[in-house]
T-cell receptor, first 117, second 108 residues
Framework: GAVVSQHPSWVICKSGTSVKIECRSL??????MFWYRQFPKQSLMLMAT?????????EQGVEKDKFLINHASLTLSTLTVTSAHPEDSSFYIC?????????????FGPGTRLTVL | QKEVEQNSGPLSVPEGAIASLNCTYS??????FFWYRQYSGKSPELIMF????GDKEDGRFTAQLNKASQYVSLLIRDSQPSDSATYLC????????FGAGTRLFVKA
């Protein structure tokens, strides 16, 4: 399957700081990437859809000014959690859709565990 | 009603048995259906996808789809302890919606 990487894999930060998470498609081009958040023992919750060269589409209830998404190239999307607070502590996972794949399947990055103190 | 529903489990089966995981969805316009496996602390891994009614087999895994009943299932034959994980059902229509997942335990 296609490979999606994320960096960093984990991060611990102080409340009020900003954290940037990178998502890269390593062996394919991804015009669309997705950002999910997963709290313990809960399912994936879609936060936003990131489209290369255009503004991201945020899901209802997700603050676009707090979770900044930039999809600058066909292989890179970034999520910046601005002024992070302890309630933002979660597992953030990106995924990319393989355009032209057999069924446009989505592949996930390994995730970034964010802990805000 | 949730858009994608799964029994949270846990589902416990003995090693070598068949594990049956079920999923129902509400959007009749859904086109594609996916099963992901997620180990604790890891991100989901795609196991199978299906988009036509009927069965699709891949090794020990069989996905079954019934669009009329809005039902999709995953059968795991000869279950192994390494299959113990949470299995997520994902349904794609306009966008992809994930179920909450079913935890599977395979007892050695």
């Amino acid at each position: 399957g296609a490979v999606v990487s994320q960096h960093p894999s984990w991060v611990i930060c102080k409340s009020g700081t900003s954290v940037k998470i990178e998502c890269r498609s390593l062996d394919f081009q991804a015009t669309t990437m997705f950002w999910y958040r997963q709290f313990p023992k809960q399912s994936l919750m879609l936060m936003a859809t990131s489209n290369e060269g255009s503004k991201a589409t945020y899901e209802q209830g997700v603050e676009k000014d707090k979770f900044l998404i930039n999809h600058a190239s066909l292989t890179l999307s970034t999520l910046t959690v601005t002024s992070a607070h302890p309630e933002d502590s979660s597992f953030y996972i990106c995924s990319a859709r393989v355009v032209g794949g057999l069924n446009n399947e989505q592949f996930f990055g390994p995730g970034t565990r964010l802990t805000v103190l | 009603q949730k858009e994608v529903e799964q029994n949270s489990g846990p589902l416990s089966v003995p090693e070598g048995a068949i594990a049956s995981l079920n999923c129902t969805y509400s959007d009749r316009g859904s086109q594609s259906f996916f099963w992901y496996r997620q180990y604790s602390g890891k991100s989901p891994e795609l196991i199978m996808f299906i988009y036509s009614n009927g069965d699709k087999e891949d090794g020990r895994f069989t996905a079954q789809l019934n669009k009329a009943s809005q039902y999709v299932s995953l059968l795991i034959r000869d279950s192994q302890p390494s299959d113990s994980a949470t299995y997520l059902c994902a349904v794609r229509g306009f966008k992809t919606i994930f179920g909450a997942g079913t935890r599977l335990f395979v007892k050695a």
